[in-house]
């Protein structure tokens, strides 16, 4: 008996060398599975089949799984099991959340895959083969669309964080998008962290510059020249870092609320 011409020649049913001895060739596959359960003797025997022109070849347990996607397909841990590895050939665009270690999912991609940046480390997603490219990016949230998809100034207002769009023929963006709107969108979080940043600076500056007040009151220091008592002249540096303290508290509270706000209108 020959396998010839086949998208997938899975092997796993076969359970005797006998079997196996009556498959004189294997060729022209995309895909060999063979099983990766079975006992030293059958795994030896399946291997000295004759084969040729194998694109990939693949061991998975009698129970794992094999999926056929076409268009743009999104893998996340929800859509994946525990308890098998799933084997998903995707011919289009794969996008692929953060895997956890203990969820084992393969990829065979012929197209483009997105990838969250968490599965360049411990992950359960492993490329098997992929004939086209893969891009690496970090990001919470996906949406996919299978055409086009247009990103106008009503999707940024609601738009959540750190949202990747990915869709199968292009992207446009409309012509109320200006440049501002999407660096208020990307960097409000940045912004937020800068803006504590300093304030925390300012804080330590005016705690020091507090106790130079401090000193200088209790050595009585006077200027040279004018004879004025030096705390006095130094007393506009502690209230000058207190009114920045001020300056960024303000701030920060407008930028939360801004984003609790949009928070709010979304749940709505």
Not at 19 to 37: Q, R
Not at 155 to 181: H, Q, R
Request: charged share 25%; glycine share 4%; hydrophobic share 45%.
């Amino acid at each position: 008996m020959e396998m010839k011409s086949m998208a997938v020649c899975d092997l796993r049913a076969i359970k005797t060398v006998e079997a196996v001895k009556a498959i004189d060739l294997i060729e022209s596959v995309a895909l060999l599975i063979l099983p990766k359960d079975a006992d030293p003797e059958l795994k030896t025997a399946i291997l000295s089949i004759p084969k040729k022109s194998i694109a990939t070849t693949i061991w998975l347990n009698e129970d794992d799984r094999i999926e056929t996607q076409n268009g743009v397909s999104h893998i996340s841990e929800g859509s994946l099991s525990k308890e098998y590895t799933t084997v998903c050939i995707i011919n289009g665009v794969a996008v692929a959340d953060a895997i956890p270690p203990e969820t084992k999912v393969e990829l065979i991609i012929n197209g483009v895959a997105f990838l969250h940046e968490a599965n360049r480390k411990e992950s359960g997603l492993k490329i098997n083969t992929i004939n086209g490219a893969s891009v690496y990016a970090d990001f919470d949230y996906c949406i996919t669309a299978a055409d086009s998809f247009e990103i106008d100034g009503e999707f940024l207002k609601y738009a959540k964080p750190k949202t990747a769009v990915i869709a199968g023929d292009n992207i446009k963006v409309a012509e109320d998008v200006t440049s501002d709107m999407l660096a208020e969108k990307i960097y409000k979080k940045v912004r937020i962290f800068t803006e504590i940043l300093c304030m925390l600076m300012f804080v330590l500056l005016f705690v020091l510059s507090l106790q130079m007040f401090n000193h200088l009151i209790m050595t009585k220091q006077m200027t040279t020249t004018t004879q004025i008592p030096t705390a006095v002249v130094f007393f506009c540096l502690p209230m000058g870092f207190f009114m920045g303290i001020i300056h960024y508290l303000y701030s920060i509270e407008t930028m939360i609320k801004d984003i609790m706000h949009r928070k709010e209108e979304i749940e709505a």
